[in-house]
Structures are given as C-alpha cells and as structure tokens.
C-alpha cells in the first residue's frame, strides 16, 4: 500500500527538521553574526530596538553572502508566511518580521514555528488551493505548500551548516 502523500512529507520534514538541529543545537552567538565576506546580509538593530534584515526586490548580483543570523531572519518570516496561508489566515507582512534579537531567540522562534507547522499540517486540508509562494492561478494545493516547506528548510539549514562548518574552520 503506498504511503500517503501528508505522511511522506511529514516524514520528509521531521527528517529535515532533525538536520537542522544537528546544527542549530551548537550554534554560538559568535556563529549567527559572523561575517564570511566582505559582501553580507545580515541583520541590524534599529533605533527602535529592532531588528532588521538586509534587503533588496530585486536580487542584487554578486548576490551577498547572508549571515546566520539573516538565514534564521529569512526562514522565520517565509516560514511565518506560509502557516499563515496554510491555516486560511492573513500572512504577515516582510517588513513586520524582525529578527528574533539573539541567536538562542531565533532558534526558539524557529522551534515554536516548528510546533506550530506539525500542529497545523496535521488539521490542514492537503487539497485545499495554495497560493504560496506562487501565483493564485497556478492550481497549487497544501500539499504543494508542504513539499516547498520541506525543500526550503532544507535549503536554509544547509547554508546554515555550511557556514558554521566554515567559521569553526576558521578558527582552527
């Protein structure tokens, strides 16, 4: 009997969800800030106290090398974002997603998300239409959601690691 598709890509997500915490569990407030080029997005501290990312509409070529700290920025807003639309809910717009202030903030941020994403997946219709984060008209269901969910953590936690492998080189 084939495996139902809510069934893999939850299986599929736990599995990129336990990656990202091989990486995420050591990281060190020196790790999410470092800078590896002189061409970064990272995060700032506003007057206001806030935190706010780096940012351009159209991606600027070379294209910066993000920090952590922008990495753990950008999954908590499109992350944020897509659990919006997947619950029927109105999703936060990027300019009211700040960074969570410190390294050990953005992981539980990204730890309660996480909750909140597994809470949500298992109530969600998987066939109900999707307009995230492609257009409306492209016939897209929860599924499709769930999949791109899967596949942009992935990615995310992968330049996570990738970086922290980089720096703690670094200093060796």
Known sequence: MPTPPRDLLTWQ??????????????L?????????AGLVWTVHRGADG???????EVEPDPIPVPT??????????????????LRGETPPEREDVYWAGSGAAAV???DALRDAWVAALAEADPDRPSAYPWPADAGLTGTHLAGWVNAELMKNV???GQLRLLRTASLA
């Open 68 to 85: 952590i700290a922008w990495l753990t920025w950008h999954i908590d807003w499109w992350w944020s974002t897509a659990l919006a639309h």
């Open 28 to 36: 060190t407030e020196d790790d999410v800030l470092w800078e590896p």
């Open 108 to 110: 539980a941020r990204l």
């Open 13 to 26: 997500f736990e599995l990129t969800w336990a990656l990202a915490r091989y990486h995420l569990d050591v």
């Open 158 to 160: 992968a330049e996570i």
């Open 50 to 56: 806030r935190w706010r990312p780096d940012w351009a």
